[in-house]
C-alpha cells in the first residue's frame, strides 16, 4: 500500500537542554520503517546548543516542523501547542532523549487498524531503559528472552487498573488519537506532569491496547523528568499534581469497585507524604479518603 494511502502519524519531539541526544532521536523518526508520518519538533527555551544542532539537521530534512519557545513553558503546554499544529490521525509524544526503535509506528498503526477494540483510543508497548552511553539497563515491563512480557498486560476499559496502579500504561511507548486528544482538551497544564492523568480521563471514555514487543528505548539521564520524582526539591509539585488528578480520578469513578481500587492510590500517597514530611498533602489526602470510604460503603 502506497504511504499516502496509510494513516498520517505526528510525531512530536519536545526539547530541552538535550544538545547531547536530540540528533540521535530526530535520525530514529526519519528513519522508520513507516514513512507516512510528519515530525513537529518544539524546544523549549533551552539554553544550551540543541537549537543549534537542530537549525544544522533541518538544513538536510526541511520538511520537519520546529517551533521554539520564547519562554520556557514546560512539556504539557508545549505538546498541547504542536497539537493544535498537527495534521495526523495519530499523536506520539516523544522526548528529545528517546529512540523510536525501526518498526515503532508501524506496529502502533498496525495495532489500531486490526485491534479487536472498536473504540480505541490509545496503543502503547514495552520499552528499554538506556543510560547516556546507550547501554541497556532493563525493560519497562518484565520480559523473557524472547523479550516478551511475562505477565498479561491489560486491555481493553482498563480505568480501574490504572487509578490502582501507577505501572500500567507506559506512556514513553504510547501512540492514540488525535480525535482523542482534543475531545479531553488535551495536556492539563496546570500539572507537573501529564501522563497519569491523561490515561486516567482517555481510559473513561476509550479502550486501550498494548503491543508484546519492545518499541522504545527511554534515555535515563540525571537531569530528566523522570529522575526529578526522586529529588525533594521537585517532589512537593509532583505530589502535590497527584493529589489534582486523584480528585479528578475520585468525580471518574462509576462503581464501587472503581472506588477501592482508587482508595488503594490514596493510602499510598498518604504514606509518601508522609514520609516527605508534607503534612498539608497528608490532611488533603486524608480528606479525599474519607470520601471515597463514603461512597463504598452507601
Request: include cysteine.
Given at each position: 500500500?502506497?504511504?499516502?494511502?496509510?494513516?498520517?502519524?505526528?510525531?512530536?519531539?519536545?526539547?530541552?537542554?538535550?544538545?547531547?541526544?536530540?540528533?540521535?532521536?530526530?535520525?530514529?523518526?526519519?528513519?522508520?520503517?513507516?514513512?507516512?508520518?510528519?515530525?513537529?519538533?518544539?524546544?523549549?527555551?533551552?539554553?544550551?546548543?540543541?537549537?543549534?544542532?537542530?537549525?544544522?539537521?533541518?538544513?538536510?530534512?526541511?520538511?520537519?516542523?520546529?517551533?521554539?519557545?520564547?519562554?520556557?513553558?514546560?512539556?504539557?503546554?508545549?505538546?498541547?501547542?504542536?497539537?493544535?499544529?498537527?495534521?495526523?490521525?495519530?499523536?506520539?509524544?516523544?522526548?528529545?532523549?528517546?529512540?523510536?526503535?525501526?518498526?515503532?509506528?508501524?506496529?502502533?498503526?498496525?495495532?489500531?487498524?486490526?485491534?479487536?477494540y472498536k473504540n480505541l483510543g490509545l496503543v502503547y508497548g514495552n520499552v528499554q531503559n538506556i543510560n547516556e552511553s546507550n547501554?541497556?539497563?532493563?525493560?519497562?515491563?518484565?520480559?523473557?528472552?524472547?523479550n516478551k512480557v511475562l505477565t498479561k498486560r491489560p486491555t481493553g476499559s482498563v480505568f480501574s487498573n490504572i487509578i490502582d496502579?501507577?505501572?500500567?500504561?507506559?506512556?514513553?511507548?504510547?501512540?492514540?488519537?488525535?480525535?482523542?486528544?482534543?475531545?479531553?482538551?488535551?495536556?492539563?497544564?496546570?500539572?507537573?506532569?501529564?501522563?497519569?492523568?491523561?490515561?486516567?480521563?482517555?481510559?473513561?471514555?476509550?479502550?486501550?491496547?498494548?503491543?508484546?514487543?519492545?518499541?522504545?528505548?527511554?534515555?535515563?539521564?540525571?537531569?530528566?523528568?523522570?529522575?526529578?520524582?526522586?529529588?525533594?526539591?521537585?517532589?512537593?509539585?509532583i505530589n502535590a499534581s497527584t493529589l489534582i488528578i486523584l480528585n479528578k480520578a475520585y468525580d471518574l469513578c462509576e462503581s464501587?469497585?472503581?472506588?477501592?481500587?482508587?482508595?488503594?492510590?490514596?493510602?499510598?500517597?498518604?504514606?509518601?507524604?508522609?514520609?516527605?514530611?508534607?503534612?498539608?498533602?497528608?490532611?488533603?489526602?486524608?480528606?479525599?479518603?474519607?470520601?471515597?470510604?463514603?461512597?463504598?460503603?452507601?
Amino acid at each position: 500500500m502506497p504511504a499516502e494511502n496509510n494513516p498520517l502519524v505526528s510525531v512530536i519531539c519536545l526539547c530541552y537542554n538535550h544538545e547531547q541526544f536530540v540528533i540521535e532521536t530526530l535520525e530514529s523518526v526519519i528513519s522508520q520503517t513507516y514513512t507516512n508520518f510528519e515530525l513537529i519538533i518544539v524546544d523549549d527555551c533551552s539554553t544550551d546548543t540543541s537549537v543549534e544542532k537542530i537549525n544544522h539537521w533541518l538544513q538536510n530534512n526541511p520538511k520537519c516542523t520546529f517551533i521554539q519557545n520564547q519562554q520556557n513553558l514546560g512539556n504539557t503546554k508545549s505538546f498541547n501547542i504542536a497539537a493544535q499544529r498537527a495534521k495526523g490521525t495519530y499523536l506520539i509524544d516523544l522526548a528529545a532523549d528517546d529512540l523510536l526503535l525501526p518498526n515503532c509506528i508501524e506496529k502502533q498503526v498496525k495495532t489500531f487498524e486490526t485491534s479487536a477494540y472498536k473504540n480505541l483510543g490509545l496503543v502503547y508497548g514495552n520499552v528499554q531503559n538506556i543510560n547516556e552511553s546507550n547501554e541497556i539497563i532493563d525493560e519497562y515491563f518484565m520480559v523473557n528472552q524472547d523479550n516478551k512480557v511475562l505477565t498479561k498486560r491489560p486491555t481493553g476499559s482498563v480505568f480501574s487498573n490504572i487509578i490502582d496502579s501507577g505501572k500500567t500504561i507506559c506512556s514513553v511507548s504510547a501512540m492514540f488519537t488525535k480525535e482523542a486528544f482534543l475531545k479531553l482538551n488535551g495536556f492539563d497544564e496546570k500539572l507537573a506532569y501529564e501522563d497519569l492523568d491523561f490515561w486516567i480521563r482517555l481510559s473513561r471514555v476509550y479502550e486501550i491496547d498494548f503491543i508484546d514487543a519492545i518499541l522504545v528505548q527511554k534515555r535515563r539521564v540525571s537531569n530528566s523528568l523522570g529522575s526529578q520524582f526522586h529529588d525533594k526539591s521537585y517532589s512537593k509539585r509532583i505530589n502535590a499534581s497527584t493529589l489534582i488528578i486523584l480528585n479528578k480520578a475520585y468525580d471518574l469513578c462509576e462503581s464501587k469497585t472503581e472506588y477501592r481500587n482508587l482508595l488503594k492510590r490514596i493510602h499510598y500517597e498518604i504514606q509518601l507524604n508522609y514520609k516527605n514530611n508534607d503534612f498539608g498533602l497528608v490532611i488533603e489526602s486524608i480528606l479525599l479518603k474519607l470520601k471515597t470510604e463514603f461512597k463504598i460503603l452507601i
